[in-house]
């Protein structure tokens, strides 16, 4: 399986448009790998999770032809994990070329944000509509905590991420060709139905969310204490093994520091920062 991070921002992007802090005047400056997007991961060539505001921006840097996308997982409705707009230009009307059939993964309550969002562009739409499906060519598929269901190649998990429950938000392990994958953001913290669900799984890729620094947590997501404790659990549990990867993503500029001092830094935890454009390959 081969992994890209296509962005791997928090919600407010980095830089932030209106802040001179260190992080984000050396991402205006010097650029490379403190210049986060939106985030947003790539699996091969057909899987996608999140439909977030950056993605085409993404894909002309990377060289990504997105028409190859067969399915997106969508862990929750927030703007910077999906822009309707994208959506909306599946449509005839707009004169796409080559769009094939995406299955559209997310839970009921996320459906339902996603329809909002969607309404808001083109008030008619209605994704839980099968004329509407039809003319988005998408099927949708209904994920709650636990749940597993079989996508061509991939088996798809479901794990309840408390992030935003109104929505019921999720995060997914991905396995596939005996290789597992935990894609965590956004998560605010692994319920004890989120732990058993991830008992079933020796995870080779961990990525979590670290929107927040040390001494820094204004709520909703993981600060960096949080990430090292559910690192040392998922070890007890054995839910990782030694050769397991850790990635730190969802990267915001609030008690976080330039991408080289942090990565640095949090390799003596156990765990790497990821940047947007990573490759990893398994
Ligand atoms: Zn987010
Ligand atoms: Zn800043
Ligand atoms: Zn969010």
Redesign the pocket.
């Given at each position: 399986m081969r992994i890209m991070f296509l962005g791997t921002s928090a919600a407010t992007s980095?830089?932030?448009v209106f802040?001179?802090?260190t992080?984000?005047?050396n991402g205006r400056t010097k650029k490379g790998k403190d210049i986060r997007k939106r985030s947003s991961l790539l699996i091969n060539e057909d899987l996608l999770i999140d439909l977030g505001p950056d993605v085409p921006t993404s894909s002309s840097m990377y060289n990504i032809d997105l028409t190859k996308v067969k399915y997106i997982l969508q862990t929750h409705g927030h703007s910077d994990h999906f822009d309707a707009g994208h959506l909306i230009t599946r449509l005839q009307e707009y004169a796409p070329e080559n769009v094939e059939n995406i299955s559209l993964l997310a839970s009921k309550g996320t459906i339902k944000s996603l329809n909002r969002r969607l309404k808001a562009e083109e008030p008619d739409a209605n994704l839980f509509d099968e004329d509407w499906q039809r003319r988005l060519s998408m099927d949708i598929r209904y994920m709650d905590n636990g749940d597993c269901i079989k996508l061509g190649r991939y088996f798809i998990t479901a794990v309840e991420s408390l992030h935003d429950i109104s929505e019921n938000s999720l995060i997914y392990v991905v396995n596939s060709n005996e290789k597992s994958i935990l894609y965590g953001t956004d998560l605010l913290r692994l319920s004890d139905r989120a732990w058993d669900t991830l008992k079933r799984f020796e995870l080779d890729v961990v990525i979590l969310d670290h929107t927040y620094g040390e001494g820094f947590n204004a709520g909703g997501h993981l600060d960096s204490g949080q990430v090292i404790d559910i690192i040392t659990k998922m070890k007890i549990e054995k839910i990782i093994h030694e050769n397991s990867m850790i990635y730190a993503t969802h990267i915001s500029?609030e008690g976080n520091d330039i991408h080289e001092v942090m990565d640095k830094l949090v390799n003596k935890n156990g765990y790497h920062i990821a940047y947007d454009g990573l490759e990893l390959n398994l």
């Open positions: 980095c830089p932030l802040c001179n802090c992080v984000c005047k500029h």
